[in-house]
């Protein structure tokens, strides 16, 4: 591809409510397309995450852990899988409504995973809608796994597979606080942000973490980190903004200045 795109990932907690099941922030949605909109950005992919749609219909029936041979969790597949349909239909017409043409793609239509990683995926169509100028706009899904039957594929590892493929730019994550903390900014006041890393010490923090033996001091952020790590590695830059802030995804797409971490190779 002649321009390199822009992978930006929208958090589930940004886009809908997760303390209410199966329920949207419209508000935020429709701000962010219009961010995204004001950017006009040459070439981009959109990821979004469940939230309140499809986590807790995927944790009711277990269809990360594999399928088992139960009826019902063939029917929680399903049940899943069109949460993310419909949480997803929304932010494409957001998007739309704001004269970007974007395309919903279903991961689960495309892509097959092996033990929880993706194994294989059909690209040729993606590449061509970013040949055309589209905007493609996928999300974390229930797809078929050759080991387990079926999983989730989270947005989180679609977004550096994505990267790593379609030899991106850059990738922007928007989370619902304002990058990578040195404990969770949300239940410690001690919290303080980073805001520029290498990979070599996020590696180091990582390990840190690991022998003092507090595996998730950032609610869940180092998972998502760690997801980031290989196309970092070789030489994609990521940022991690607050998507639920005014103006930051719009900043970030700019590439102007915006609270956040920054993460490089280094």
Known sequence: MSVKPVILKLGGSVITRKEKPLTANLRAIRRIASEIASAETASLVVVHGGGSFGHPLAKRYAIKE??????????????????????????????????????????????????????????????????????????????????LGFTILSGDQLIAYLAMRLNAERIIVGIDVNGLYTADPKTDS?????????????????????????????????????????????????LIVNAAKPKNIYKALKGEKVTGTFIEKG
């Open 66 to 147: 594999g399928y088992k041979g139960r009826s019902s969790q063939a029917f929680g597949f399903a049940q899943t899988h069109q949460a993310m349909v419909t949480v997803n239909k929304l932010v494409v017409d957001a998007l739309i409504s704001q004269n970007i043409p974007a395309v919903a793609v279903s991961p689960s239509s495309c892509i097959v995973t092996k033990s929880g990683r993706i194994q294989t995926m059909m690209e040729e169509p993606l590449k061509k809608l970013l040949q055309t100028g589209f905007v493609p706009v996928l999300y974390g899904d229930a797809v078929l796994d050759l080991d």
């Open 190 to 238: 001690s919290a303080r942000l980073v805001k520029h890393v290498t990979l070599k010490e996020l590696r180091n923090m990582r390990q840190q973490m690991k022998e003092a033996k507090v595996p998730d001091v950032t609610g869940g952020m180092l998972g998502k980190i760690a997801e980031l790590m290989p196309p970092i590695e070789k030489g994609i830059t990521a």
